[in-house]
Structure formats: structure tokens, C-alpha cells
């Protein structure tokens, strides 16, 4: 009955229900457990997981791997090429060590829910068991419905309902099981037994357990890894202190400042929330104990913040009951209707490019391209314009600029990410039709009113005062604009936005 639990995107130790109950049964039955971590480049390629991501996730396998073994808890890492190899594999190295069960967290994506259902019937083929686990959300896709029983696709009417069962379980505790943290695991909490059999293997061969650097094909750029590294150390431990200053400091006045690029009001926590290196719970408990046990009430910052965790939520619900979601088609079918700009390739692909590095001509747009290229964060008000800059000025289909986000994102993640473009292209399950067209000069003069944020990113234009830094082209004289060596705006915004309204309108009556 020795034990293995299978780390994907729960890279953490606490509040994880998987890995707690694989220590469990290791104790009862006095046996043994390991976890076990799969590189598989096929899925990286695939996914069009970025390297900075990647990196992350082996900086933090390293760390896991420490805390593990004070548990006694030896964390084996394979490369698997193909893989549709992967059920075989975890299964002969159960085979090898005497692993009856198998102990994981779900995944919701299509492919890597199939995947796991190969899994579990290839080892109950065997007589073996695997045991799944719900840990993304706070609450499990599946158990918030409409009174119809028909999957929530409207944001605020879900926010209503979640908050309502969450309340419940608040006043009630253990009614709702799903809040409930994971049991705390300790250091020595597995014992070590039998030292005479192959499982110990594992605690010495160091071919098993080394962890790489790099994934070949996904290496980094030295400056590129350099500023990752120190935004973004490694390590559970970092996660909580993130999150301990964040509530701490700036939680309360989230609500007034989460929308202004320049002012570091947000968490940055999303590439911890996508490799699962703290849980929704936990950030969920630390807001509502700041809050003074409130969920729906008190500070208007901490209830704002609570949101975006409802909104992290309603997109896994949507992704799990819409798998459409996951093969490249939009939530509403008439976004299938819609005709993107006729460009021939070489200017789309111009196009593309000139959105892609940051030289639109449009400030606040290249500002935010620019820092998602140069630190693999964006900030959400920019990732929002941005995208819609794609998808309606230069009417580019959207699912182009999905995938570039998933290859240049640190925390890059399926649900959040496609949840997120497809609002801006109003092809997703907002309520607001497609006729909300930002307009990036006014975003710009509302957000990073004194320029300061396109300054830091666009350095072009740093040494531009006053209200020319948000559309320097029509505010400059030519001599000014041409001396800055800056582009001009690659498509006026008028134009691009009739013109989007009108392939838009067209898509959306169409059929
Ligand atoms: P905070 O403002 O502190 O929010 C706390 C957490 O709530 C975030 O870490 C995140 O996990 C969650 N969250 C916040 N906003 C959203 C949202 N709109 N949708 C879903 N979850 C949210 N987020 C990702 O994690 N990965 C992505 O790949 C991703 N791609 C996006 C693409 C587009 C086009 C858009 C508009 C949004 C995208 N988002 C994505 C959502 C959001 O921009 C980021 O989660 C947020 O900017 C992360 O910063 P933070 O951790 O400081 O967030």
C-alpha cells in the first residue's frame, strides 16, 4: 500500500488535499509515500507554456523538494518525451516500488482530463487506486448551479451565489467541506520504514531525484531570467509572505488603486495562484480575517480583492462546463462569424508583430506589451486594453494573441487566460456585447494619468511632460514627434473602431 502523489500544478505542501491524504494512508498502514513530478515537453509545446513559467515551476520543485524531505518524503523527477506515454510510465515506477496508490489533485482542461482518465483506468486495470482530489477553486466546479441546474454564464449572478454558500459555511463551519484547509503536514509526519526496500532508493539515487535547471527548448534569456528570479523567488514561503504584506498594506485600498498600472496595489500573485503554489482558500482566509471575519461586508478594498478570486473561479466553472472552451472556439458560436480585417499575411503578420513588441504608436498599449515581454507580468487594466486593442482597433482574431499572453506569461493559465480574452473580444460569457471598445488615449489619460508608467516602459518617450505622453503624435508638432523616434499610431483609432463595430455587429445578427 506504499503511496505516490503525482505533483502538476499543486506545487505547494500546505492546503493540499491530494498529498495530505497520501500521507494519510502512508501513516495508517504504516508504509510508504513519494511524490513524483512529470516534465513533459510535448505538453509544454502544445500548451505554449512560456519559459519563464517554466522556470518558475523548477524553482519551485526545488523548494518543494527540501520541505518534502523534511516529511520524509522523497520527490522523484521524470522527463517523458511523448506524452501519451505518461499513464505507462507512472505506472511501471509503481510497479518497481510497490505503489498501490495513487493520489492527485484535478485538472480541468481537456487534455489533461482525459490524460487522468486513462490514468485511473489503467491502474484500476491493475488493481491499483487512484484517488482525485478537488483544490483550484474554493469552490469545486459542479456545485454552484443555477436553480435550473444549468452551469452559471454570467459573472455577477455566480458572484451572488458563491458568496451565498461560502456565507453558509462561515456561519456553519464544516457544512460546506470544500473551505476546509487541508490537514497541516509536518516535518517527520511520514515515517521512514523498512530500509531494506527499493522504495529507498529514491532518497539516494540522485538520477531519480535531480531536478533541471532548464527544459530543453524552453531556456531563457539571461536578462529575462535574471528579472524573474528576483521578482519572483521561489518557494511557498515567499507565496505567504506576499500575501501576509499584501493584506497587510494594501488589501484595503485595492478597490481605489487595482486598476492603475503604475502603482503596485495588486497581490502579484497569479503565477503562484497558476502553479498552484498557494491556494484560493488560503488567499481566501487571509482577506476574510483581515476583514474582520467579514465575506460581504466591511472593507470595500478586501471585498473588491475577494472578487477577483470569485472571478478566478467562475472561469475554471465555465472551462469545465463549456470544455469548447479548451479547442480554440468561442464561448458564444456567433464569435465564429466574425471577419477579421483582410489583411493579406505579410501585413497581418506586421501587424501582429508591431502589437506583439510594443510598437503600436499608441503609448499605454507598447507600455504594457513592453513589460509583459520584459518581465512576464502584466498588469490587468493593460492586459484588458491591450487585448482589445487586438481583437477590435487592429481586428485581429483574438485567439492569436491568446496564445502569444500563454507564451510570454509567468502565470500563465488556460481558464484565466482565455476567460480574460475572450471578454475583451466579446466573444466570452460576458453580459456586455461587443460594442465596448476601449479607447486606448482615454485609458491612458484615466489610469496612468501622470505617464509615469509608459515612461518606465517606453523609454522613447521619457523624456515627453505633461498630457503628450498619452497620444504624442497628435499632440507633438512633427519635428517634436519625428525626433522621439517613435512610431505613429499604426491605425487610427476611429477607424478601427467602426470598423470593428461593423464586423462585429455583422457576426453577431448573422444566422
Ligand atoms: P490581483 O489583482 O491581486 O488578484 C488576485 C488574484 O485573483 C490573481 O492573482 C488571479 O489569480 C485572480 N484574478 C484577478 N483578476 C482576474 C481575472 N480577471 N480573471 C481571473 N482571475 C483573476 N490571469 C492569470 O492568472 N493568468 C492568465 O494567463 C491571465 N490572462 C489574462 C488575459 C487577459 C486578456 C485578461 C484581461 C486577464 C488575464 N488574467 C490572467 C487575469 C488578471 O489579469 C491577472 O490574474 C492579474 O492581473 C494578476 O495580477 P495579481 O496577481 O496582482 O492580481
Redesign the pocket.
Known amino acids: 500500500l506504499n503511496c505516490l502523489h503525482w505533483f502538476r500544478r499543486d506545487l505547494r505542501l500546505q492546503d493540499n488535499p491530494a498529498l495530505s491524504y497520501a500521507t494519510f494512508i502512508a501513516n495508517q498502514c504504516q508504509t510508504h509515500a513519494c511524490a513524483i513530478y512529470i516534465i513533459s515537453p510535448e505538453d509544454m509545446k502544445l500548451h505554449d507554456d512560456a519559459p519563464i513559467k517554466i522556470d518558475f515551476w523548477m524553482r519551485n520543485l526545488k523548494c518543494l523538494q527540501q520541505e518534502l524531505d523534511k516529511l520524509n518524503i522523497p520527490l522523484v523527477i521524470k522527463t517523458v518525451p511523448k506524452r501519451r506515454d505518461i499513464p505507462q510510465v507512472l505506472l511501471d515506477f509503481c510497479d518497481q516500488h510497490g505503489i498501490s496508490e495513487l493520489t492527485i489533485n484535478h485538472e480541468y482542461e481537456v487534455d489533461e482530463d482525459a490524460r487522468d482518465k486513462k490514468v485511473q483506468r489503467l491502474f484500476e486495470s491493475k488493481g491499483k487506486h487512484v484517488h482525485g482530489f478537488h483544490e483550484q477553486c474554493v469552490i469545486q466546479p459542479g456545485k454552484l448551479m443555477t436553480q435550473s441546474n444549468k452551469p452559471y454564464t454570467v459573472f455577477t449572478p455566480f458572484k451572488r451565489a458563491w458568496l451565498s454558500l461560502v456565507e453558509v459555511h462561515k456561519i456553519s463551519p464544516g457544512q460546506f467541506a470544500d473551505l476546509q484547509l487541508a490537514p497541516k503536514l509536518e516535518a517527520n509526519d511520514v515515517k521512514v520504514r523498512d530500509s531494506n526496500s527499493s522504495f529507498h532508493t529514491l532518497f539516494t539515487d540522485k538520477s531519480l531525484t535531480t531536478i533541471p535547471d532548464s527544459v530543453p527548448g524552453f531556456e531563457m534569456p539571461a536578462d529575462l531570467q535574471k528579472t524573474a528570479h528576483q521578482m519572483y523567488p521561489a518557494g511557498e514561503a515567499d507565496a505567504h509572505s506576499r500575501l501576509d504584506n ?1 493584506v497587510r498594506d494594501k488589501v484595503k485600498l ?1 478597490d481605489k488603486k ?1 486598476s492603475l498600472p503604475g502603482e503596485p496595489y ?9 502553479s498552484g503554489i498557494i491556494s ?1 482558500r488560503q ?1 481566501l482566509q487571509a482577506a476574510v480575517k483581515a476583514n474582520n471575519g467579514k465575506l460581504s461586508s466591511g472593507s470595500d478594498g478586501i471585498q473588491s ?1 475577494i472578487q ?2 470569485i ?2 473561479d ?2 475554471r466553472h465555465v472551462l469545465v462546463h463549456y470544455p469548447k472552451v479548451c479547442k480554440n472556439q468561442p464561448f458564444r458560436d456567433e464569435g465564429n462569424n466574425i471577419q477579421w480585417a483582410t489583411y493579406n499575411e505579410d501585413e497581418e503578420n506586421e501587424a501582429f508583430f508591431a502589437w506583439c513588441e510594443g510598437r503600436t504608436g499608441y503609448p499605454i498599449i507598447d507600455a504594457g506589451m513592453r513589460q509583459m515581454n520584459a518581465t512576464g ?4 487594466r493593460l ?2 486594453a ?2 482589445m486593442f487586438l481583437s477590435k482597433d487592429l481586428l485581429i482574431n483574438w485567439q492569436r ?2 496564445r502569444y ?2 507564451q510570454c ?1 509567468i ?7 482565455n ?3 475572450q ?2 473580444a466579446s466573444t466570452g460569457t460576458d453580459a456586455q456585447r461587443y460594442f465596448r471598445i476601449f479607447n486606448p488615449m482615454l485609458q491612458s489619460e484615466k489610469f496612468d494619468k501622470s505617464g509615469d508608467y509608459i515612461r518606465r516602459w517606453v523609454p522613447e518617450l521619457k523624456t515627453i511632460r505633461g498630457p503628450a505622453i498619452h497620444d504624442p503624435y497628435h499632440v507633438l508638432d512633427r519635428k517634436a514627434f519625428e525626433a522621439l523616434n517613435y512610431p505613429k499610431p499604426m491605425v487610427d483609432h476611429k477607424f478601427g473602431r467602426d470598423r470593428a463595430l461593423q464586423a462585429y455587429k455583422a457576426a453577431m445578427h448573422a444566422g
Open positions: 499584501f485595492y487595482r495588486t497581490s502579484t500573485l497569479s503565477p503562484h495562484f497558476a484560493s488567499c480583492w477577483e478570486i472571478w478566478r467562475f472561469y507580468w502584466m498588469h490587468n492586459r484588458m491591450t487585448a494573441g491568446e499572453f500563454m506569461l502565470d500563465g493559465d488556460l481558464a484565466s487566460n476567460g480574460g480574452w471578454w475583451a
